[in-house]
């Protein structure tokens, strides 16, 4: 028999018990679903993620006290001086700008709204380091610094939730902790970011924040520095120097560095391979939803053999032989988690589609990605577990005495 | 009587089949031996637990006897395997049960296909079906299904199936017995005209005295002995 005509033979049989059939589809269709949908999120995290970190700039370093296992005990805390040690341009050739800061958390106030956003002491060059643009007003300047001025850059976020706009607001005086601030310009938006939202954060100068907001137990003491290399390609050069310069000025022993530098490429890998999991996560799940929909062809497979047992009997006795009794079988099942297979991507696809609407109304910029790998990831998983499943019964089936089987009420 | 291989489409010699049930054996055929010519019309008797089922699934090649040989249309068919049994079935044995085993959802015209579409040969299948159904007189009812047709056009629909590949030996397990006596009459004229004009060799096995009546010869068995063969 050909597969051609058992195609058909199994479409027909399939379509004589529809009610059954559909139920069993519906199992690999959940499955199938699940998967596409979950790898589609997991994508489209990834992708939302990745495309934020490089938006930041690929060339970007950060460099913060104590080292990544918190092994070494008492680290010497980062100070300005380290920051400027880092400016160095015989030292650090592959520096193009350092930009210390302190960071913390403070309440900001105008009239009777409140909010608490990140508060960054950030000096100049902090605005080429991160690459920040102003959507009005003027950035901090050498003279504020020297002045230790009561000025402030409000994120956009921030701007909103204080004045309900982002705009005109220059010239306002803000209060910080209670301590009158004027506001001296608007950060651009950049949307969310991987360390949070980006926008919500207000900018005040480092002096400022040293001797006003953020106090620490030593006066010159900065809480990370952020550093900008020349070029993407010398971010590893860029980090060997920073950690030169360090370890001599730290006296640390070798391998023992009290300090930890973090590049941009780094934070990429790290957070691809946690998207990576993630997504291997999720899928494993959905993936356990299409094992039990398997499970359940299985089930009605079995059902249908016992069923169709003088069937199987009468082809037999007809001269159909062992082969053409499995194919027969398989076949159905083989069709059934196709049917279920095609279906289940639609329907996944459209949950994907779905989550991206329900992400960008609730203002998160996130597309799901339905990538070409997983329907047919999806495909091949599901025709597997339609011949898996279906092996079984299909054997059952195929290995019938004729005499037995015509004998079965 | 001729016993040279050439007239006889059947020859056993010898069968015998036991049944392990567990511990207990059965022995259903005792070393049974006969002959049956080419054309011939010949029905199998015998009480329930004779061993006439065995004899009539050995002859069907549904089952291998334990021992003795048995050729079938000058094949030898008592040590094949289940697929080149499936073959010999195919190509040599026509069925008709008693129940009339046809597929419900198919149409008679698919039922009576189903024989050719495992034979490999897919040439003129339609045609041969088509034909098959005329030999049987449903020509007119080739596109009903089971459900639509009657006891009696059911086990047409069978008969059709049943020599739509030109076999040498049409079983007939029973065939009128799911009918009421006037439509089994009509089957029993069915079966032997079809005889009389294809020279098929029918064999019928039955309990009814007055279904043997019209067979040319009767093979009585008792206790899986051979009885009488005349």
Redesign the interface.
Same mark, same amino acid.
């Given at each position: 028999m050909s597969l051609g005509q058992a195609f058909l033979e199994a479409l027909e049989s399939l379509s004589g018990n529809k009610l059954r059939s559909g139920l069993t589809v519906l199992g690999i269709v959940i499955g199938v679903a699940a998967v596409i949908a979950m790898l589609a999120v997991g994508r489209g995290a990834e992708a939302s993620i990745t495309g934020s970190i490089s938006g930041i700039g690929t060339n970007l370093l950060f460099v913060f006290r104590g080292d990544p296992g918190d092994n070494i005990r008492n680290p010497k805390p980062l100070t300005t001086e380290d920051a400027n040690a880092l400016r160095d341009q015989f030292a650090a050739p592959s520096i193009a700008a350092v930009a210390p800061a302190l960071q913390g958390e403070a309440t900001v106030s105008f009239g009777g709204e409140q909010t608490a956003p990140q508060l960054f002491g950030v000096t100049p060059d902090y605005f080429q380091v991160r690459n920040l643009n102003l959507a009005e007003g003027e950035m901090i300047t050498e003279e504020h610094m020297l002045g230790r001025s009561s000025v402030v850059l409000l994120g956009p976020e921030v701007a909103v939730n204080l004045f309900g706009h982002a705009d005109g607001i220059t010239g306002e005086t803000v209060r910080i902790e209670g301590q009158p601030f004027r506001v001296i310009g608007v950060l651009e938006s950049k949307g969310g970011g991987a360390f949070g939202s980006e926008d919500n954060q207000v900018l005040v100068p480092f002096t400022t924040a040293q001797t006003r907001l953020i106090r620490r137990t030593t006066s010159n003491r900065v809480d990370i520095i952020f550093v900008q290399a020349v070029s993407g390609d010398v971010v590893a050069q860029a980090t060997e120097e920073i950690a030169q310069i360090l370890r001599t000025r730290h006296r640390t022993p070798v391998g023992e560095d009290d300090f930890t530098i973090f590049s941009q490429q780094d934070l990429l890998t790290t957070f691809q391979s946690i998207t990576g999991i993630l997504t291997v996560f999720l899928g494993g799940i959905a993936g356990i939803s299409l094992l039990v929909g398997g499970i359940g062809i299985m089930n009605i497979m079995l059902v249908s053999v016992t069923e169709r047992t003088r069937e199987i009997g009468l082809r037999k006795a007809l001269g159909a032989r062992r082969r053409d009794i499995l194919i027969q079988f398989l076949t159905e099942s083989s069709l059934l988690s196709l049917i279920g297979g095609i279906i289940g991507i639609l329907f996944g696809w459209l949950i994907s589609v779905g989550v991206g609407q329900l992400a960008a109304a609730s203002g998160t910029a996130f597309t799901p990605l339905v990538g070409m790998d997983a329907v047919l990831l999806a495909t091949l998983f599901s025709a597997a577990v339609g011949l898996f499943f279906g092996i079984y019964p299909a054997n059952r089936a195929a290995s019938l005495e004729p005499v037995e089987a015509l004998r079965y009420e | 009587m001729g016993f040279n291989t050439m007239s006889n489409v059947i020859e056993a010699h010898d069968l015998s089949k036991i049944y392990k049930m567990g511990e207990v054996e059965v022995q259903a055929l005792r070393g049974v031996s006969f002959q049956i010519g080419r054309g011939e019309v010949v029905s199998i008797m015998g009480p329930s637990g004779s061993g006439k089922s065995t004899l009539m +699934?050995t002859l069907?090649c549904? =089952?291998r006897p334990t021992s003795g040989e048995y050729i079938l249309d000058g094949e030898p068919v008592a040590s094949l395997n =289940? =697929?080149q049994l499936?073959?010999i *079935? +195919? /190509?040599k044995v026509g $069925?008709v $049960?008693q129940s009339f +085993?046809l @597929?419900s *959802?198919?149409t008679a015209i698919t039922n009576v296909e @189903?024989?050719l *579409?495992?034979?490999g040969n897919?040439d003129g299948r339609r045609e041969r079906a088509i034909e098959a159904l005329k030999a049987v007189g449903l020509g007119d009812r080739m596109t009903h299904r089971p459900y639509e047709l009657s006891g009696g056009q059911q086990q047409r629909v069978a008969i059709a /199936?049943a020599i739509v +590949?030109n076999p040498a030996i049409i079983m007939a397990d029973e065939p009128t017995g799911n009918l009421d006596s006037k439509v089994g009459k009509e089957i029993m004229s069915l079966l032997l005209n079809l005889n009389k004009e294809s020279g098929t060799t029918l064999i019928i096995v039955t309990h009814d005295p007055t279904i043997a009546e019209q067979t040319q010869r009767v093979i009585r068995l008792r206790d899986g002995l051979l009885e009488s063969a005349s």
């Open positions: - | +699934n069907g549904l =089952d =289940d =697929d499936a073959s *079935r +195919n /190509r $069925f $049960f +085993n @597929l *959802r198919q @189903l024989p *579409r495992y034979s897919s /199936r +590949n």
